[in-house]
């Protein structure tokens, strides 16, 4: 039986160029999942695509117009809300980020009706402060959880480490700065990797490692990031996981105390 398009797009918004925000509603009720968990997205081969696009792979173009293009997205968007949310990074020889670009507000598309995934704060100790690193879009599992959990969890602090090559690719940058603004339980530090391309930038630079090395992190927080006050979560490039992780194993973390999502 064909898979059929169930959910409509309520919102889309470009955050950063590439980085797209899109809201869909279901059809019928929303599923429960936990904040860091993903579900899939599909739209058929004939969807449109985004100018921007690269030809189509010969294996996807021998596919009928009723092939769904299906891949895995962790979920932005409050747990308790109707809709769901998720952050799409456009790659231009991809099969489904092209598609996904060309969408509009009132396009359908398919939403796998349930939640996957263990990357939450269910395998965090429930006791430590959350030290929550990711590069680029990856960034996306910690905005489901600051904004099903920030509330919920009073005496936990939240820090934020957001690594990207320029402050053009810091998508919800803007948000989040605001949100530490208003709780001194919340710490937001983007990080650039690329400056010479971001002159205007007066931020932090260097990578997650060099932050760490450097005490920027520990300096901004005015707390030790050490295993007995944190417990970590890492979402992004396996490389960037391999590295923060050697550097927080160096500061004594072991492996229950680090959390891993990767992107690739």
């Known amino acids: 039986m064909p898979v059929d398009y169930n959910a409509t797009v309520t919102l889309r918004a470009e955050l950063a160029p590439g980085t797209l925000a899109l809201r869909v509603k279901l059809d019928g009720d929303a599923f429960d999942f936990e904040p860091g968990q993903y579900t899939v997205l599909g739209l058929r081969r004939s969807s449109p695509r985004t100018a921007e ?13 009723e092939y769904m293009i299906r891949r895995a997205y962790s979920i932005t968007s409050n ?4 809709e769901l949310e998720f952050v799409v990074t456009l790659v231009r020889s991809g099969d489904l980020t092209p598609r996904l670009f060309a969408l509009k507000e009132g396009s359908r598309l398919h939403v796998h009706p349930g939640a996957q995934g263990l990357f939450t704060l269910g395998e965090s100790s429930g006791n430590r402060d959350l030290l929550l690193v990711g590069t ?3 960034l996306a599992p ?4 600051i904004r099903s959990s920030f ?10 480490v957001h690594a990207a090559a320029t402050s053009r690719d810091l998508a919800f940058r803007t948000q989040l700065a605001e949100l530490s603004k208003l709780s001194d339980r919340l710490t937001y530090l983007p990080t650039i990797t690329s400056p010479e391309d971001d002159p ?14 450097s005490d920027e992190i520990e300096d901004a927080v005015g707390i030790p990031v050490d295993p007995d006050r944190f417990d970590a979560f890492l979402s992004g490039s396996p ?17 229950d105390d680090i959390h891993a999502e990767r992107y690739w």
């Not at 910690?142 to 959880?145: H, I, K, S, T």
């Not at 930038?201 to 997650?208: A, D, M």
């Open 53 to 65: 696009a690269a030809a189509d792979s010969p294996e996807l173009r021998q596919k009928d117009g």
């Open 79 to 82: 747990s308790k809300d109707n």
């Open 136 to 138: 680029g879009s990856a």
């Open 142 to 145: 910690y905005l489901a959880m």
């Open 151 to 160: 509330d919920q969890t009073e005496e936990i602090k939240f820090v934020v």
């Open 200 to 213: 205007g930038w007066e931020g932090l630079t260097g990578s997650v490692v060099d932050l760490l090395d």
């Open 239 to 255: 490389e960037m996981i391999d590295q923060v992780t050697a550097a927080l194993k160096a500061r004594g973390f072991e492996d």
